[in-house]
């Protein structure tokens, strides 16, 4: 089993910055690849961004590319969401999500198996 647990979250205004947490623990080894996801009011949850673990490979939604950053801090098994430029479409809850497998595309929620509890991100216009 892994355990994820999100920090970070919080009110900014439209155009400001904001920098979420997940902290991953128990069997982090069996991780290929570590993603972020949101969910807004409404709405299906959707990819945002990946971090594969073995070689740091980067992947993006095209909403954000530019705007957001995927990272990893090895020594405290924690990956991290910079976002810039932050757009009141970009308020939701922000969940990351971790695979053990290396096989499938990296959208879809069905190819992570473990879960965070969310944090939520409002941009205020």
């Known amino acids: 089993q892994v355990q994820l647990v999100e920090s970070g979250g919080g009110l900014v205004q439209a155009g400001g910055s904001l920098r979420l947490s997940c902290a991953a623990s128990g069997r982090t080894f069996s991780m290929s690849s570590v993603g972020w996801f949101r969910q807004a009011p409404g709405k299906e949850r959707e990819f945002v961004a990946a971090?594969?673990?073995?070689?740091?490979?980067?992947y993006y939604a095209d909403s954000v590319k530019g705007r957001f950053t995927i990272s990893r801090d090895n020594a405290k098994n924690t990956v991290y969401l910079q976002m810039n430029s932050l757009k009141p479409e970009d308020t939701a809850v922000y969940y990351c999500?971790?695979?053990?497998?290396?096989?499938?595309?990296?959208?879809?929620?069905?190819?992570?198996?473990?879960w965070g509890q969310g944090t939520q991100v409002t941009v205020a216009s």
């Open positions: 999500a971790a695979r053990p497998s290396y096989s499938g595309r990296y959208e879809p929620t069905a190819n992570y198996a473990y």
């Open positions: 971090f594969r673990w073995s070689d740091a490979i980067t």
